[in-house]
């Protein structure tokens, strides 16, 4: 595998352009329904290559200016949301996106200010991700072609993640975790393939954090993992979870049960019960917890679990597991630079303590905001064009989907 820290530089294997490229991406793996359009330009001047030294400022500028011209035209998308304490059911989420993709796809044409009939190739998710809401995007992407005679692509959701994270934050070959409600990688590339090194051995992270965040009665909106997150910033305890990291792999299952448990414990307080004295003291939580998981330096009069504690120390256990195998595949590959990618990788604190990891290595942590974060049809555009201009295109006797 080429060392990251490497100063030689790489041709792009992409063609280059002869013409403005325009692709829709169609989204619906899980709940988020996400339609897009991008634009791949000619380049201002020059050839079109990446450099694999990420040691100079000059060089990556003038990368950049030579590189493909790549513009977010649209990116439109609707969430399914479920009441608090409910998951979203495959038949519902399906039920959701026929109601609403025919809106979100006029919308995002209607953004991107172009036509149908403007379209090089249309990209939709093939998978992997929820079997019948899949199904939806398939099927709608297969009749837009044969309506408007438009090549199809089909992507690999989780390669739509990454390629998506790598142009938005400009980084070129950093070791990759990939974070959401049905994924957990640590990815490298190599040899034009994506490498999984270690990932989960159960259930995702996201499952995790959904699951919990219904089992203390978290609302859905705008995400149980967003919800999460912010109850944790009040939590002021942190409680001994399983840590379950398996050499590159990690188990989270064992992690959710023993937190559910603490919902059982008599010490455990729901929201509603939670004193009000607590709430006017100091929110700075305690990160070391004695071997019987009550506090170390008496800041909280009463021996209460909360919502919030538990919130806290699932976040702060799990993504600890994370930020190890993480750095072990960093170490492996002798990268410096990590790509948090997927729904997960919106969490400051995930980001924040993959920086601090990152930094001791004289690296550096790259991320996106929710609109990119979140599964959303531009990636798949992006994904899909990049494919389409590397001269592949889907024929529709193999569109169907897989969710695995």
Known sequence: MTNASSSKKKISPLPRLTKPLL???IEGSANKLGCGIISHALPSSGPEFESESESSTTGRAKAKARATKVTVLSNVRHTYITPPGEGFLPSDTARHHREWVVRVIQEAVRKAGVRMEDLDCIAFTKGPGMGTPLQVGALVARTLSQLHNIPLIGVNHCVGHIEMGRQITSSHNPIVLYVSGGNTQV??????????FGETLDIAIG???????????LRNDPSPGYNI????RKGRRLVPLPYGTKGMDITLAGLLSAAETYTSDPRY??????????????????????????????EIDEDIIT?????????ETTFAMLVEITERAMAHVGARDVLIVGGVG???RLQEMMAIMSSERGGRVFAT?????????????????????MGQTTPIEKTSVTQR
């Not at 919502?307 to 699932?314: I, N, T, V």
């Open 229 to 232: 997150e912010q109850e944790a």
């Open 187 to 196: 990815i490298a590339y190599s040899q034009q393939r994506y490498r999984i």
């Open 207 to 217: 499952n995790c954090l959904d699951r919990f965040a219904r089992v203390i009665g």
């Open 369 to 389: 905001d929710e609109s990119f974060c979140i599964d959303n049809g531009i990636m798949i555009a992006q994904a899909g064009l990049l494919a389409f201009r």
């Open 346 to 348: 919106c969490n400051l």
């Open 269 to 298: 307080r729901s929201w509603d019960q939670v004193p009000s004295s607590w709430h006017s003291k100091s929110k700075s939580p305690q990160i070391k917890p004695s071997t019987d998981g009550t506090e170390q330096g008496g």
């Open 307 to 315: 919502p919030y504690d538990m919130c806290f120390s699932l976040q």
């Open 23 to 25: 692709c829709l991406g």
